[in-house]
């Protein structure tokens, strides 16, 4: 299942890393300043359809959204995953917390509470997600 909206949002709130609205040029630069887009198009293509990394999928990629709350300049953090006796995965991030089926979506989800994303954006991401 992919979550593209959802990982833009995650993209631009939580890192602070923007959908580039320039053309990258290809073959040389194709990512963000962030990292946290990809042009996906092909060298001989005009159009750049930049693309998400995929947060929701990869707690790899997610796991960026902890290092920027482990930023010192964030203050002090709580951030923790767990497994639950429900067997879903729980994730804390500052006040907020998540709970999905997934621990790369539960940290992506906390991440958005935490830096003041209302859940009603998450949802309405979500339903609008491709
Ligand atoms: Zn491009």
């Known amino acids: 299942m992919t979550n593209r909206k959802l990982d833009a949002l995650f993209a631009e709130r939580v ?3 923007p959908k580039p609205d320039w053309q990258c040029k290809h073959n040389l630069e ?3 300043p962030g990292r946290a887009w990809v042009c996906v198009s092909d ?22 959204g902890v ?6 300049r964030m203050g002090v953090t709580t951030l923790s995953i767990e497994h639950t006796s429900t067997g ?11 709970r999905e089926s997934t621990p790369a979506l539960a940290l992506v989800k906390a ?7 209302t ?8 339903d609008s997600s491709i």
Request: include cysteine.
């Open 15 to 17: 890192l602070g890393d």
């Open 30 to 32: 194709r990512s963000s």
């Open 43 to 64: 060298p001989n293509e005009c159009e750049h359809d930049w693309r998400p990394a995929k947060f929701t999928t990869s707690l790899d990629a997610a796991w960026a």
């Open 67 to 72: 290092e920027k709350f482990n930023d010192p």
């Open 88 to 98: 879903k995965w729980r994730a804390y991030v500052s006040d907020s917390v998540a």
């Open 111 to 117: 991440c958005l509470l935490a830096v003041g994303v």
């Open 119 to 126: 859940q009603e954006e998450i949802d309405a991401a979500i």
